[in-house]
């Protein structure tokens, strides 16, 4: 608040984009990592952290649609497509489900 009383423009969107590049960066390292050890357990967080990525891409795509077009909409449109994937990874790992292979090719 102090810095928008300054006169300072605050860019609201930039934390949503760092953190959709750092996770980005953490994957593709967790990948190599678990390539390098053969390790299955880093490869199954590996794709925790995809799904992770997934998620802050829509909630970032939401909140990009909302800032500069005022669609006030848009972030809880990406909260209800972002429900669904939530519930059937849950559901998934709930019953010990996994997608795909889970070991180091």
């Known amino acids: 608040m102090a810095a928008s009383a300054a006169g300072l423009r605050i860019d609201r969107n930039a934390d949503g984009r760092f953190s959709a590049r750092t996770q980005r960066l953490a994957l593709d390292a967790k990948r190599r990592v678990a390539a390098g050890i053969e390790s299955a357990s880093i490869h199954a967080d590996s794709r925790q952290a995809e799904f992770c990525t997934y998620l802050s891409a ?48």
């Open 58 to 105: 829509i909630l970032l795509g939401g909140s990009l649609l909302k800032a500069p077009f005022g669609w006030w909409w848009a972030d809880p449109v990406a909260g209800l497509i972002m429900a669904p994937i939530i519930a059937r990874e849950s559901v998934a790992s709930l019953q010990g489900k996994t997608r795909g292979h889970c070991g180091c090719r």
